[in-house]
């Protein structure tokens, strides 16, 4: 267990705002769009309670102000109320990710009572048969409307959270009716981004550009008549994008993630990029890590960037887009993100998407533990 020292790298790199603590890769849903790395840890290989609470420590020290509680399924961890109570009494706001299957109102009430205000649950489809098939599970539509009505009992917020691809994306409307009738305070329209098993499944995934346009009016159209009853934020779809996103608000900017082993990443799918090197905070301390890491370091700001990112009005708005995407793509995670317009892989990458959508989708490879798919 190692506890931060307050260090910084002199040259005033501001602290992250928000966490992703991948508690365990362990999870009863099998998802095949999961960020996921493709070779999942066993409960073996996760830090234990002391580590994790010392993290915490290190975190809220730094200034973090929020922690995303995550997986995997991170309610498989047998000591989460701790790790909830701990982070409440250190000011750090936490926010439960979870499939929500696996809880009871009794654990669901302690967890509340240790502390836990929000809670983000995600939804595979609003039609049960859909949601099963795409989780590889048994009723679990009903499970998370019964986690959905206790949360709301309890006086948690809540998140929708609406992985949204081909399969299911003509149920954009009936996702934002869903997150009416469940009482969430808010909706995330994740449209799938392609790395971990959703890169392995992007042929089964991947929806059509009308689809996508047709999706997008009526997230607009939700926007204008929800308006004052429920927050609506979009994950937009890359592959159909003229310029990229600002990933994670920038690379080592605003946000690190922990991953259920310990290493700490600049983005969740940083793993995706094999030329990186990732340190653990079993070895080092957090503030560290975050100032001086070869990973942080190697994408942050704008000196890394060549052409055509190098000389874009743009650079300092979407700071040279994904470099997962760019690695997965175009092979070279410093190249100009193929969302882009402006990339040299930029039409390839709009080619595959029409392409594969076009063609009929071909079967999952459900998220499996012990699977490492080639």
């Known amino acids: 267990m190692v506890r931060g020292n307050g260090r910084?790298?002199?040259?005033?790199?501001?602290?992250?705002?928000?966490?992703?603590?991948?508690?365990?890769?362990?999870?009863?849903?099998?998802?095949?769009?999961?960020?996921?790395?493709?070779e999942l840890h066993k409960a073996a290989d996760e830090l234990d309670t002391a580590t994790w609470l010392s993290v915490f420590d290190q975190a809220a020290a730094m200034g973090v102000?929020?922690?995303?509680?995550?997986?995997?399924?991170?309610?498989?961890?047998?000591?989460?109320?701790?790790?909830?109570?701990?982070?409440?009494?250190?000011?750090v706001y936490a926010n439960?990710?979870?499939?929500?299957v696996t809880l009871d109102r009794a654990r669901l009430e302690r967890l509340a009572e240790a502390g836990l205000p929000h809670i983000q649950l995600s939804f595979q489809s609003t039609r049960p048969e859909r949601a099963d098939r795409i989780g590889n599970a048994n009723n679990a539509l009903a499970k998370k409307l019964e986690t959905a009505k206790w949360a709301r009992e309890l006086g948690l917020a809540i998140t929708l959270n609406a992985p949204i691809h081909r399969q299911n994306i003509d149920e954009i409307g009936a996702f934002f009716d869903l997150?009416?009738?469940?009482?969430?305070?808010?909706?995330?329209?994740?449209?799938?981004?392609?790395?971990?098993?959703a890169l392995k499944n992007r042929a089964a995934l991947v929806?059509?550009?009308?689809?996508?346009?047709?999706?997008?009016?009526?997230?607009?159209?939700?926007?204008?008549?929800?308006?004052g009853i429920l927050n609506i934020d979009c994950v937009v779809p890359d592959y159909y994008a003229k310029y990229p996103k600002p990933c994670m608000c920038g690379w080592g900017r605003e946000f690190m993630a922990v991953t259920p082993t310990g290493l700490v990443l600049p983005c969740h799918a940083a793993q995706s990029i094999p030329t990186l090197t990732f340190d653990s905070v079993r070895e080092k301390p957090l503030?560290?890590?975050?100032?001086?890491?070869?990973?942080f370091e190697a994408f942050r700001g704008t000196d890394w960037m060549s052409e055509p990112c190098k000389s874009c009005p743009r650079k300092e708005i979407d700071f040279g887009g994904c470099r997962c995407q760019a690695y997965a793509l175009a092979g070279d995670a410093a190249a100009?993100?193929?969302?882009?317009?402006?990339?040299?892989?930029h039409a390839a990458m709009r080619a595959l998407a029409a392409g594969e959508s076009a063609a009929p989708p071909p079967d999952f490879v459900y998220r499996r533990i012990g699977l490492y798919p080639a």
């Open 207 to 227: 929806p059509s550009a009308e689809e996508t346009a047709h999706a997008q009016k009526v997230v607009d159209e939700a926007r204008s008549r929800l308006k």
């Open 8 to 38: 910084s790298n002199g040259r005033g790199t501001p602290p992250p705002s928000g966490m992703l603590a991948e508690l365990t890769h362990r999870c009863p849903l099998q998802c095949p769009y999961c960020s996921n790395p493709l």
């Open 65 to 91: 102000l929020q922690v995303h509680l995550s997986g995997g399924e991170p309610t498989l961890r047998e000591d989460l109320e701790e790790l909830v109570a701990h982070l409440g009494e250190r000011g």
């Open 287 to 295: 503030d560290e890590i975050w100032a001086e890491g070869a990973a």
């Open 179 to 197: 997150a009416v009738e469940i009482g969430a305070e808010r909706i995330e329209v994740a449209h799938v981004q392609y790395y971990g098993w």
């Open 96 to 100: 439960l990710i979870t499939a929500g």
């Open 336 to 345: 100009a993100d193929p969302a882009c317009s402006l990339s040299p892989h």
